[in-house]
């Protein structure tokens, strides 16, 4: 458990936490953890769960898919990320999508119970726990309701230029590393994966962008925004 404790300070879960005390609390939390090879399923969509997940080591995805089998990517995992917080203290707790891991990976599952206090000890550090556990499934609310306004864009150079900006919002730079390859991209925007290729080649070709694989440069950052207007 030691090893994982890196990753385990950088999730919002355990913030305000010294590491003394994380050691504790994964001795009463008692986690259970798994290993999983490159493209196994870490959670299958409809199946039920009674814990909260976190990715300790590797890369994951989440993705939904129709009826009609069309993959639709929701978000990337990285060591320190959670999955199943928004959903598992719901009365019909099942996975709202599927988990898969693009490398080898290692999750950390905490059962809801203990997570809320109910254990013997009644750990000091529960409440703070709770308080982080309530302000992450706000953020993740906000987040959710940002990728509708992406959906409700209209044009998919609008799409495409909402995305960046806000990628360039939370990196605080010009030069933009993406989270997403350009799949994913196209899956989180909710369009073809041709149909962006050929828009963002358009838009390099007006003088907006450069790219090159998942690395981004806005060149006029000026007209990605009145683009977006």
């Known amino acids: 458990m030691k090893n994982m404790l890196p990753a385990l300070k950088k999730t919002v879960l355990f913030a305000g936490i010294g590491e003394e005390d994380l050691t504790a609390m994964m001795a009463c939390l008692q986690p259970k953890v798994c290993n999983y090879e490159k493209n196994a399923t870490i959670a299958l969509a409809g199946e039920g ?26 978000t990337m995992l990285q060591p320190g990320d959670l999955f199943g917080e928004m959903v598992v203290y719901a009365a019909n707790s099942v ?9 080898a990976s290692t999750v950390l599952f905490l059962d809801r119970g203990k997570i809320i206090g109910e254990c013997c000890q ?3 550090w529960h ?14 609310a906000i987040m959710l309701n940002k990728k ?3 959906l409700t864009i209209r044009g998919l150079r609008g799409k495409i230029s909402a995305f960046l900006l ?16 350009r799949n994913e991209l196209a899956d989180f925007l909710h369009v073809s994966r041709p149909s962006m290729s ?8 007006a003088g907006l962008i450069e790219f090159q694989r998942q690395t981004v440069r806005i060149l006029n950052l000026k007209a990605l925004t009145e683009i977006t207007d």
């Open 127 to 140: 409440r703070t726990l709770i308080h982080n556990l309530l302000k992450i499934i706000s953020e993740r």
């Open 49 to 74: 769960f009674e814990c909260i997940g976190i990715l300790v080591r590797g890369e994951a995805v989440v993705v939904k898919e129709n009826a009609a089998g069309s993959r639709h990517v929701m």
């Open 148 to 150: 509708v306004e992406y």
């Open 166 to 181: 806000d990628q360039y919002q939370k990196q605080g730079r010009l030069d933009l590393q993406l989270p997403l390859n």
């Open 198 to 205: 050929r828009e963002m080649a358009r838009m390099q070709e």
């Open 95 to 103: 996975w709202p999508a599927t988990v898969q891991a693009r490398e």
């Open 122 to 124: 009644m750990c000091c």
